[in-house]
């Protein structure tokens, strides 16, 4: 059916691309190094030309498709638009060419001269066809911005951005240094030529995700696995600028390592806790048009990865898949690979003999009985055996495993299933990037990670460093695998700490009888059981997120007795200290009671401590972020 589908939308695409595409120049994707314009005197003055040109969105044996994009006069049109980069205090003379056939409006943030807290007002300028329009503003206030276009059209009601119409806007601090590694990466939903006549011809509600709206995302006009592959060598200071000119969402998590935020921003940021100025994370949730600064330092040699965690936003289709996936397993879009090299004349470090040894097997439940829909998957779950002991969750969800901090321990996966699988250690800092259970791209030069084939398996060797909450999952066919329950918690406990009563983890994931009504799963539950806290004890709550399509919920720890229609109206909501974000424990300063309320997106972790003071109930809410709707909750009892 899907095949169908894509057929039908390349052929309308075809027709919509065809006729004078001969007479349109071809899109080159831009990795924003040099800057747009002429920066004389004080003043950046740059031409931007809208225009149509062709671009093959699904690699270069694929139908090229027409767009509208932006182009410097006489320079080939680029993908995202031409880097605008300025130091504070420059003047802005932007002059806007439009060579389509309808109106175009133009959009930078007023931020750029108001401050931070101005980021979803807009200086804007209309230009009709053929015509000129220039926008002069002063960009007073460093940070990061998108600017974009739009038109009447209403396909861009959905994605704001009329086309490929938008790039980025980096306005640096007076007086700072070149940085050898600070690179700017723009992340792009495009719409295929075929989606914007289904979505131009139908009235019905316009959606993401929805039937016939196909999205291909990429970075600086790429998508894997065709984006730039940075390299480095150990030891390297990395800076980059990670811009989202998107109307989607998109939390971008980093395998092996914590990268710093050095500075986050975009319009609707507040409806989620800000990261402060040096925070370090796996994963960093980023709204519609935010920006972030961040800086990191790969200090193992390997490959790595750099990349949305939404999985949707990595499902190949029959358009995008690689020649060697019949099946859709692997990753497209929005990821970068990372090649770290050895400092010359360092020696790779030996693993460690292991100190406890694990086998994960993995199998599909036979047993399970349920109604089959397209987005039903059949359960699947990993079975963890150490030392003849079983734990068996007998649902679709996989058993908690439990570490020590500075312990080694080697993982045997056993593969059960009848296709492949692999795992990830999310949020681990592992030694060898080989480990890290990405099929073909973990590891370095000819030894790379293989993916685990029917009745094979593969060991992982690791030592955490660190204790706090993190995950493990399937890291091929995420959509469908992690729904089916090949994913876990893994907490990671300091020497001589065994697990506490008070010690409780909260995994939401997607439900694989996947239903409107419940679409989610607490710990592999719908409904989950009561739990029981103490008056006068400390309660550790550890909150993840791998659930498919519920990307950003709230998690609120509530003493209503109902459920408030809306969150805000609920101001029964108690207080809780934060203690760690990713498993990387927050400064001393920020661990104070605060509201409790997290939104908590796929791929993030966070670790709150709660002492009740007064016997009797509470609730702990999940709700979406879009409709907040109640997808789940787990009623708790509060005891002397």
Not at 311 to 328: G, K, Y
Request: glycine share 8%.
């Amino acid at each position: 059916m899907l095949g169908r589908s894509l057929s039908i939308l390349v052929l309308l695409g075809a027709m919509l691309a065809s006729g004078k595409r001969g007479d349109l120049s071809a899109v080159r994707p831009n990795p924003n190094i040099d800057r747009a314009g002429v920066l004389h005197d004080g003043v950046l003055t740059v031409t931007l030309e809208a225009k149509q040109a062709t671009w093959r969105i699904d690699g270069p044996n694929r139908p090229a498709q027409s767009f509208a994009v932006f182009a410097e006069p006489g320079k080939q049109p680029m993908m995202p638009g031409p880097l605008l980069r300025v130091p504070a205090g420059t003047e802005l003379r932007i002059s806007v060419r439009n060579a389509l056939s309808t109106p175009l409006t133009f959009f930078i943030p007023a931020a750029v001269h108001r401050g931070p807290q101005q980021m979803a007002a807009m200086d804007t300028i209309v230009i009709a066809p053929a015509a000129v329009g220039q926008l002069v503003t002063h960009a007073t206030e460093p940070g990061n911005y998108v600017y974009r276009a739009t038109t009447s059209a209403r396909v861009d009601q959905l994605t704001r951005v009329e086309g490929a119409l938008t790039g980025a806007l980096v306005v640096d601090s007076t007086g700072a240094p070149d940085r050898l590694y600070d690179r700017v990466f723009v992340m792009m939903t495009t719409l295929d030529s075929a989606t914007v006549v289904h979505v131009e011809s139908t009235a019905r509600p316009l959606q993401f995700g929805a039937p016939g709206i196909r999205q291909v995302f990429t970075i600086n006009g790429l998508a894997w696995p065709n984006t730039e592959r940075i390299a480095a060598t150990a030891g390297d200071s990395l800076h980059w600028r990670v811009i989202n000119a998107s109307a989607e969402v998109h939390p971008m998590h980093l395998h092996g390592f914590y990268y710093r935020v050095d500075a986050f921003d975009g319009p609707g940021v507040e409806g989620q806790e800000r990261p402060v100025p040096g925070q370090m994370v796996v994963t960093q949730f980023m709204t519609p048009f935010s920006a972030m600064s961040m800086s990191w330092s790969p200090d193992r040699p390997g490959n790595w990865l750099f990349h949305c965690h939404f999985a949707i936003h990595l499902q190949p289709d029959t358009l995008s898949r690689a020649p060697d996936d019949p099946h859709l397993r692997g990753m497209v879009g929005l990821v970068l690979g990372v090649v770290v090299g050895a400092r010359p004349g360092a020696s790779g470090a030996a693993l460690p003999a292991p100190a406890r040894h694990f086998r994960l097997v993995a199998i599909a439940d036979s047993t399970a009985t349920f109604t089959r829909s397209p987005q039903t998957v059949s359960p699947m779950r990993f079975v963890l055996e150490e030392r003849g002991h079983q734990v068996d969750t007998k649902r679709a969800i996989s058993p908690e495993l439990d570490l020590t901090r500075g312990e080694p321990v080697a993982i045997t996966i056993v593969n059960h299933l009848s296709e492949p699988t692999a795992v990830h250690w999310h949020g681990i800092e592992l030694a060898d990037s080989y480990m890290d259970g990405v099929p073909g791209v973990s590891g370095a030069g000819a030894r790379l990670t293989p993916e685990i084939a029917p009745g094979d398996s593969f060991e992982a060797r690791f030592t955490p460093p660190r204790s706090g909450t993190f995950m493990y999952h399937a890291h091929m066919d995420e959509v469908r695998e992690e729904q089916a329950g090949l994913e876990g918690a893994l907490i990671v406990r300091d020497p001589g700490a065994p697990p506490s009563p008070d010690d409780h983890v909260f995994l939401l994931k997607g439900n694989y009888r996947y239903s409107g009504r419940y679409p989610v799963e607490l710990n592999g539950e719908v409904s989950p059981d009561t739990i029981v806290l103490h008056v006068g004890r400390q309660a550790r709550l550890r909150f993840m997120n791998l659930a498919k399509t519920t990307v950003a919920p709230t998690f609120a720890l509530t003493a209503r007795a109902d459920s408030a229609q809306h969150l805000e109206d609920d101001t029964m909501i108690v207080r809780w200290v934060p203690l760690a974000k990713d498993g990387f424990d927050v400064p001393a300063a920020r661990q104070t009671p605060h509201r409790a309320y997290q939104l908590v997106a796929m791929g993030e972790t966070y670790d709150f401590a709660y002492t009740p003071l007064y016997p009797g109930a509470l609730r702990l809410e999940v709700r979406g972020a879009r409709d907040d709707l109640l997808k789940v909750q787990v009623p708790i009892r509060v005891e002397q």
